[in-house]
């Protein structure tokens, strides 16, 4: 059973921009660290914000939004099972 937890976005290129805005915004702050720190916390911030709290969360959206419409789950008699989803064909 879910409980509804997704962490995909609603396109392929929107969670890749939140991945390269939290990645660089977190080395970003490493770097930053000796020279201007308060900088350096504002980049900390962003990029967990761009992550939505962790980078994990993060890895597991990309997963979530790659395989969006393409895998189904069926739970029944206490049991799961995921099934590639059937696509509609297209008349050529």
């Given at each position: 059973?879910?409980?509804?937890?997704?962490?995909?976005?609603?396109?392929?290129?929107?969670?890749?921009?939140?991945?390269?805005?939290?990645?660089?915004?977190?080395?970003?702050?490493?770097?930053l660290?000796?020279?201007?720190?308060?900088?350096?916390?504002?980049?900390a911030?962003l990029?967990?914000?761009?992550?939505?709290?962790?980078?994990?969360?993060?890895?597991?959206?990309?997963?979530?939004?790659?395989?969006?419409?393409?895998l189904?789950?069926?739970?029944?008699?206490?049991?799961?099972?995921?099934?590639?989803?059937?696509?509609p064909?297209?008349s050529?």
């Amino acid at each position: 059973m879910t409980d509804g937890r997704s962490f995909a976005s609603s396109s392929l290129a929107r969670h890749l921009v939140r991945g390269v805005v939290g990645f660089g915004a977190l080395v970003g702050s490493v770097v930053l660290v000796p020279v201007i720190w308060p900088v350096s916390l504002a980049l900390a911030a962003l990029g967990v914000l761009a992550f939505r709290g962790c980078p994990t969360c993060w890895a597991i959206g990309l997963a979530q939004t790659i395989s969006r419409g393409r895998l189904r789950r069926s739970c029944s008699d206490g049991g799961c099972e995921l099934k590639v989803a059937e696509r509609p064909r297209s008349s050529a």
